[in-house]
């Protein structure tokens, strides 16, 4: 692979080719599950712990000291075995990604029903050049296999054979462990060669069975980033595909990723360069994309995405996302709510129906429902020290340009005017401005929006619209700031 990364933890439709591995055999429901482990044994022991939590089941980590071939890999396996051990042990390898779990399940009920000593897993590829050829006895009707034959040593004839093994096996485990000890590494390599167990059944009368594989991706190994490249196309082809049948539509199958673990509902949309990756879950008539990446995200029911980069984030039903918004983990949007173009959510909270139009960044906030926050508006959370948080009541108005300096409150209905420089909170139905120091109006809401949501919450809230009067000039104090003229244009940007 030419990398620092071990080969078989390469990555494909969200999972390592370990984990494709295991999850197939998992599927199996084995008794025992051992990984057997040689180069950079430490990281992929780490990641078999990590796959083995995701299974919710125990897997063991075997190594092999000094991986002199496949006969001693497997040595290295049963020896993390009970020495007892009956029944049938399957035999795969980590850079597989492909093969299922329904392939592997039929492959260990051939081998019971034939009562063989060892089935190998076999394919017709279309081109069977570099695999050792499947040699059976054309003379018995059942067709036991004989012997596999490498390229190298096939004669004309037995390379006209297309039938190749694919390195996957079931064995009788009492067979298993006293042919193991009996292999010898009698070659260039001076490696202990699995495949020799097949003569050695042969000579010892015992049945060698083979079942044939018809979908030859399903047993294709990686050796190099082509490889993967190849196969990766594959899955992802065979993974749209399937939720093509169950009701999603792919506009453009050629330009759009889903992993394994990605779930969607049922007349889910997605739009060309729509990337879902890890546990994805997008409901029902969802549209996502175009030109959309989403990693770990929740996206409810009838909700858009649109040009969106997100990551761990929560979008509630028939809410709206984009374009050209960014979503980091720990954003939470409610139903019928709006994050715009241009807005960064991190770490926050936005109730039902609220908006979060334009150019905006939301940090560690908790915004109420039906709000509505203007454009280029800034949540300052973080002091050079620690980040604190902002809490935005319900049916508020915020103006263009206000900078929330946390830890602020907003109260219920209550205005920020345009260009506001919020240091201190703003209780519910007020109007906050600041040129220079920050004035707060009580009662304003109520006073200059009345009947509105907003002036309706905050007297729900306790405020009145009192007017206050001037001692000095009789004139109400909001006569004297000029609000009728200046303070009432809330300034936000729509």
Same mark, same amino acid.
């Given at each position: 692979?030419?990398?620092?990364?071990?080969?078989?933890?390469?990555?494909?439709?969200?999972?390592?080719? +370990?984990?494709?591995?295991?999850?197939?055999?998992?599927?199996?429901?084995?008794?025992?599950?051992? =990984?057997?482990?040689?180069?950079?044994?430490?990281?992929?022991?780490?990641?078999?712990?990590?796959?083995?939590?995701?299974?919710?089941?125990? @897997?063991?980590?075997?190594?092999?000291?000094?991986?002199?071939?496949?006969?001693?890999?497997?040595?290295?396996?049963? *020896?993390?075995?009970?020495?007892?051990?009956?029944?049938?042990?399957?035999?795969?390898?980590?850079? =597989?990604?492909?093969?299922?779990?329904?392939? +592997?399940?039929?492959?260990?009920?051939?081998?019971?029903?034939?009562?063989?000593? @060892?089935?190998?897993?076999?394919?017709?590829?279309?081109?069977?050049?570099?695999?050792?050829?499947?040699?059976?006895?054309?003379?018995?009707?059942?067709?036991?296999?004989?012997?596999?034959?490498?390229?190298?040593?096939?004669?004309?004839?037995?390379? *006209?054979?297309?039938?190749?093994?694919?390195?996957?096996?079931?064995?009788?485990?009492?067979?298993?462990?006293?042919?193991?000890?009996?292999?010898? *590494?009698?070659?260039?390599?001076?490696?202990?060669? +699995?495949?020799?167990?097949?003569?050695? *059944?042969?000579?010892?009368?015992?049945? /060698?069975?083979?079942?044939?594989?018809?979908?030859?991706?399903?047993?294709?190994?990686?050796?190099?980033?082509?490889?993967?490249?190849?196969?990766?196309?594959?899955?992802?082809?065979?993974?749209?595909?399937?939720?093509? =049948?169950?009701?999603?539509?792919?506009?453009?199958?050629?330009?759009?990723?889903?992993?394994?673990? /990605?779930?969607?509902?049922?007349? =889910? @949309?997605?739009?060309?360069?729509?990337?879902?990756?890890?546990?994805?879950?997008?409901?029902?008539?969802?549209?996502?994309?175009?030109?959309?990446?989403?990693?770990?995200? /929740?996206?409810?029911?009838?909700?858009?995405?649109?040009?969106?980069?997100?990551?761990?984030?929560?979008?509630?039903?028939?809410?709206?996302?984009?374009?050209?918004?960014?979503?980091?983990?720990?954003?939470?949007?409610?139903?019928?709510?709006?994050?715009?173009?241009?807005?960064?959510?991190?770490?926050?909270?936005?109730?039902?129906?609220?908006?979060?139009?334009?150019?905006?960044?939301?940090?560690?906030?908790?915004?109420?429902?039906?709000?509505?926050?203007?454009?280029?508006?800034?949540?300052?959370?973080?002091?050079?020290?620690?980040?604190?948080?902002?809490?935005?009541?319900?049916?508020?108005?915020?103006?263009?340009?206000?900078?929330?300096?946390?830890?602020?409150?907003?109260?219920?209905?209550?205005?920020?005017?345009?260009?506001?420089?919020?240091?201190?909170?703003?209780?519910?139905?007020?109007?906050?401005?600041?040129?220079?120091?920050?004035?707060?109006?009580?009662?304003?809401?109520?006073?200059?929006?009345?009947?509105?949501?907003?002036?309706?919450?905050?007297?729900?809230?306790? /405020?009145?619209? @009192?007017?206050?009067?001037?001692?000095?000039?009789?004139?109400?104090?909001?006569?004297?700031?000029?609000?009728?003229?200046?303070?009432?244009?809330?300034?936000?940007?729509?």
């Amino acid at each position: 692979m030419r990398s620092a990364t071990p080969k078989v933890l390469h990555r494909l439709g969200g999972r390592s080719m +370990l984990g494709h591995a295991l999850h197939a055999v998992a599927g199996v429901l084995p008794e025992h599950l051992v =990984v057997v482990v040689g180069h950079e044994r430490e990281r992929v022991a780490e990641a078999v712990t990590g796959i083995a939590g995701e299974l919710g089941r125990t @897997v063991t980590a075997a190594v092999q000291e000094n991986r002199l071939g496949t006969g001693d890999a497997v040595r290295a396996g049963l *020896a993390a075995l009970p020495p007892d051990l009956g029944g049938t042990v399957l035999v795969t390898y980590g850079d =597989v990604p492909l093969l299922d779990t329904a392939t +592997l399940t039929a492959l260990v009920g051939e081998h019971e029903r034939a009562g063989a000593a @060892v089935t190998l897993l076999t394919c017709d590829p279309d081109d069977p050049t570099g695999y050792g050829r499947i040699v059976r006895d054309e003379a018995d009707p059942a067709r036991p296999v004989t012997a596999i034959v490498e390229h190298a040593d096939a004669t004309a004839e037995q390379r *006209a054979i297309t039938e190749v093994n694919s390195g996957v096996y079931a064995f009788d485990a009492e067979f298993l462990r006293a042919g193991i000890g009996g292999l010898a *590494a009698h070659n260039s390599q001076q490696e202990l060669y +699995l495949t020799d167990l097949v003569g050695a *059944a042969v000579e010892a009368g015992r049945t /060698v069975h083979a079942v044939r594989c018809a979908d030859e991706w399903l047993l294709r190994g990686v050796n190099d980033r082509v490889q993967l490249a190849e196969l990766r196309a594959e899955l992802n082809r065979r993974v749209l595909r399937r939720w093509m =049948v169950d009701g999603v539509t792919v506009v453009d199958p050629a330009t759009t990723w889903v992993d394994v673990q /990605v779930r969607l509902g049922t007349d =889910v @949309v997605l739009h060309p360069g729509t990337q879902l990756h890890d546990a994805c879950t997008i409901g029902d008539g969802a549209e996502i994309g175009p030109d959309s990446t989403l990693a770990g995200c /929740v996206v409810g029911p009838g909700a858009t995405v649109v040009r969106t980069h997100g990551s761990e984030a929560e979008i509630g039903a028939d809410a709206s996302v984009g374009p050209f918004a960014y979503l980091r983990p720990g954003a939470r949007l409610g139903t019928r709510g709006k994050i715009g173009t241009f807005v960064e959510v991190k770490n926050s909270d936005i109730g039902a129906g609220s908006k979060v139009p334009h150019l905006t960044y939301v940090g560690d906030a908790s915004i109420g429902e039906m709000s509505n926050i203007g454009a280029s508006s800034v949540f300052v959370n973080y002091d050079g020290v620690r980040k604190q948080r902002t809490t935005i009541g319900s049916h508020v108005r915020t103006g263009s340009d206000t900078m929330f300096i946390a830890p602020v409150t907003v109260g219920d209905g209550a205005y920020t005017g345009a260009g506001t420089v919020l240091r201190s909170d703003v209780p519910p139905g007020a109007l906050a401005v600041s040129g220079g120091t920050q004035r707060t109006i009580e009662g304003w809401v109520p006073r200059k929006r009345p009947g509105t949501p907003a002036a309706e919450a905050a007297e729900r809230a306790g /405020v009145h619209p @009192v007017t206050q009067q001037d001692d000095s000039t009789g004139r109400n104090s909001d006569a004297r700031n000029s609000d009728n003229r200046d303070l009432s244009r809330g300034g936000t940007a729509r």
